[in-house]
């Protein structure tokens, strides 16, 4: 079984973001970059399907800029096979992305597609979902485990109403929750040897996929400031607070 | 222009989010509102009573990811606006929906600023973006908590439609958490309890307290990790989104990612032994001290104000 794992390279979840004050955006530069949590549960949701039997090729894709290489060499050190960089300064919608990764599966023809559900940058939650519509997959998103069955997979999935398991066909795109397991630190060695692996890089020209974005962003700003609260002594004069809260809001 | 929302419903009754998602896109043009699944007539019978919807759309059979898009895109074509809430189906259908039908959708809307321009949160809420979509059309989904409800009392037709698309998926099981507490991402006050609870049972000092304020209950990440709670309590960035009048956080820290789930409450109470706590400064009223002094005297005193809600 072949598995492709999508991959994006983030301001690193631990930065404290700072709001350009020009509004265009999110400051990147100077600061410290890493793989998309979700996308590293993606990882090592592929390694241990290798690892019981399920996955013979894992191979890494990520689109963005040639540091991107990073994310990659990560993956590739948690015991990934080979590495695709689409590379492109630009800022991609995912739909462009999705319309890229359709490209690679053509190519590639895997069994599983995994993906983090959601990048922690822009918060989307579309690319697997669009991926698979583009490729006309069944879809298995917010993975919190994933088994093979037979010719296919059962994946339980995190819903509002608490968990669900749902069995689909192979081939098919999964996205990763944060319970889908506990991503592994890449030892030295395997960093060392990461990279030797191979790893494509690839201009994204070369896919032939209209990239003109469909939405202007017009300013990002920072969220709204809380004012500044105080504090009581006791929980009578908490009981008292909440009292007149409550009865604040029963008469809405 | 014309509007086609697709409800959300469990357990045979209309989600509370879908009157919100009604209200927030109401001056966007009239509104069908699109009811998929199985047993549903109570769930058509309630959509229909919700205000600003012209029709009710009844599309029975078993729904799942990939039939719902196929059905819904087959649906679009006469609409400006495919809208759904921001919860768990919305999220898993209109991405999904949008790729078919070559669109890019505007997703986790918070404000509705004209037919074409919308602000979503990105960074877990630590910014937000105005966008504009100069699409023919436009997917969106809802976050529900940050809109009001539209009222009731309305008498739309319902249409039952054919519904002939297929999923290839095969639901086997459904590990429901029981409880009668309301609903978190819509719910007026939330109490939330943190890794500090210490155990499954000690958490449920949280959920008397919720019981006595009428509250949903929410858990962190840490929480739920530890056991403490289920996983569908999990209010963060990974979890619900919540956005009550007012929150009740308990030996809460305040990690980056809870936070990202509570940015919309409108007053926030914590408790917690360490007044140098994230949440603790971000909160309008703090209590220090610990927790299982606190919460007994607070449910006797809450008794002595006379206030029960449940």
Known sequence: MKILVAIKRVV????????????????????????????????????????????????????????????????????????????TDAELETLAIAKLLAKVVAEENPDIVL?????VDDDSNHVGQMLAALTDRPQATFASEIKVVGQGIEVTREVDSG?????????????????????RNAALPMVMKARSKPLAVRPVAEFGVDLTPRLTIEKVSPPAERAAGKSVASATELAAYIATEVSQMEAL | MSVLVVADHDLGALSPATARVIHAVSELGPIDLLVIGQDIDAVAAEAARVAGVTRVLVAKGASSSDADASLIAALAEPYHYIVQSAGSVGKDRMPRVAAKLDLMPVTDVVKVLGPTRFERPIYAGNAVQTVSDGQARHVLTIRASAFRAAAGGNDAP???????????????????????????????????????????????????????????????RAAVDAGYAPNDWQVGQTGKIIAPDLYIAIGISGALQHLAGIQGAKKIVAINADPEAPLVKLADLALIGDLFEIIPQLLVELDKAGLKRD
């Open chain 1, 12 to 87: 690193d979840h631990n930065v404290r973001i700072r709001v350009r004050p020009d509004g265009t955006g999110v400051e990147t530069s100077g600061v410290r970059m890493s793989m998309n949590p979700f996308c590293k549960h993606a990882v090592e949701a592929a390694m241990q399907l290798s690892e019981a039997g399920h996955g013979d090729e894992i191979v890494i894709v990520s689109i963005g800029p040639k540091a991107s290489n990073d994310v990659i060499l990560t993956a590739l050190a948690m015991g990934a096979h080979r590495g695709i960089l689409i590379e």
């Open chain 1, 115 to 119: 993906l983090g559900k959601q990048a």
């Open chain 1, 163 to 183: 968990r669900e398991t749902i069995a689909i066909p192979l081939p098919a795109i999964v996205t990763a929750d944060l319970r889908l397991n506990t991503p």
């Open chain 2, 158 to 220: 319902i249409e039952v439609i054919e519904n002939s698309a297929a999923s290839a998926a095969r639901l086997i099981a459904a590990h429901r958490t029981e409880s009668d507490t309301p609903d978190l991402a819509t719910a007026q006050i939330v109490v939330g309890g943190g890794v500090a609870l210490g155990s499954a049972e000690n958490f449920q000092l949280i959920e008397q307290l919720a019981k006595k304020l009428g509250a949903a209950i929410g858990a962190t």
